[in-house]
């Protein structure tokens, strides 16, 4: 199966926990479908694939974000999707090496675990487009970590104090998400 087509599967069989997340799956759905390169970075109109994760520690109480360098905010590490990448897992998996170091990771449940569609801006000759971005659930062995690319900063931050931080509200609807599952 191709990866295209397991990215199609995929979504089909996820169930969104909201309406926001029923309406970024049956995006996603159609830009599965109807483009031939949905990953590739070229891909503008109106956007392409994205893979992300969030990191639990070995307890599970708390959240692997990275300050983003281009963003300028706490989010999870995440990216472009490569040719090489087996699927959006591994792409999920490959970014979370490349930003924090943390490379023992295992998946939890089918990985992925929150969809979302945001704007990015017209930059370094690029359009503005969107970024459909899956969101895979890992948790790491380890708490050592070290920031890498596109992070200024990485820290651990406890699930319950994630507000106190400056994020997004895409971050807050994983979090809630995260917090239900205690």
């Given at each position: 199966?191709?990866?295209?087509?397991?990215?199609?599967?995929?979504?089909?069989?996820?169930?969104?926990?909201?309406?926001?997340?029923?309406?970024?799956?049956?995006?996603?759905?159609?830009?599965?479908?109807?483009?031939?390169?949905?990953?590739?970075?070229?891909?503008?109109?109106?956007?392409?694939?994205?893979?992300?994760?969030?990191?639990?520690?070995?307890?599970?109480?708390?959240?692997?974000?990275?300050?983003?360098?281009?963003?300028?905010?706490?989010?999870?590490?995440?990216?472009?999707?490569?040719?090489?990448?087996?699927?959006?897992?591994?792409?999920?998996?490959?970014?979370?090496?490349?930003?924090?170091?943390?490379?023992?990771?295992?998946?939890?449940?089918?990985?992925?675990?929150?969809?979302?569609?945001?704007?990015?801006?017209?930059?370094k000759g690029d359009p503005a487009h969107q970024h459909f971005d899956v969101r895979v659930l890992l948790q790491a062995t380890t708490r050592e970590f070290a920031a890498g690319s596109d992070a200024l900063a990485?820290?651990?931050?406890?699930?319950?104090?994630?507000?106190?931080?400056?994020?997004?509200?895409?971050?807050?609807?994983?979090?809630?998400?995260?917090?239900?599952?205690?």
């Amino acid at each position: 199966m191709t990866r295209l087509a397991q990215l199609a599967r995929t979504l089909e069989a996820f169930s969104p926990a909201d309406a926001t997340e029923a309406a970024h799956r049956a995006a996603m759905l159609t830009l599965a479908q109807s483009a031939q390169d949905p990953c590739g970075r070229a891909h503008f109109v109106p956007g392409h694939f994205t893979a992300s994760a969030f990191v639990l520690d070995p307890d599970g109480a708390a959240l692997l974000l990275i300050f983003h360098e281009k963003f300028r905010r706490w989010l999870q590490p995440g990216g472009h999707v490569e040719d090489d990448d087996a699927d959006l897992v591994a792409a999920a998996r490959r970014e979370v090496l490349e930003e924090t170091g943390v490379g023992d990771v295992h998946v939890v449940g089918s990985g992925w675990f929150d969809l979302d569609i945001h704007d990015i801006p017209a930059r370094k000759g690029d359009p503005a487009h969107q970024h459909f971005d899956v969101r895979v659930l890992l948790q790491a062995t380890t708490r050592e970590f070290a920031a890498g690319s596109d992070a200024l900063a990485a820290q651990w931050v406890a699930l319950d104090a994630v507000e106190s931080i400056d994020t997004d509200e895409s971050v807050m609807r994983a979090v809630r998400k995260l917090r239900a599952r205690r």
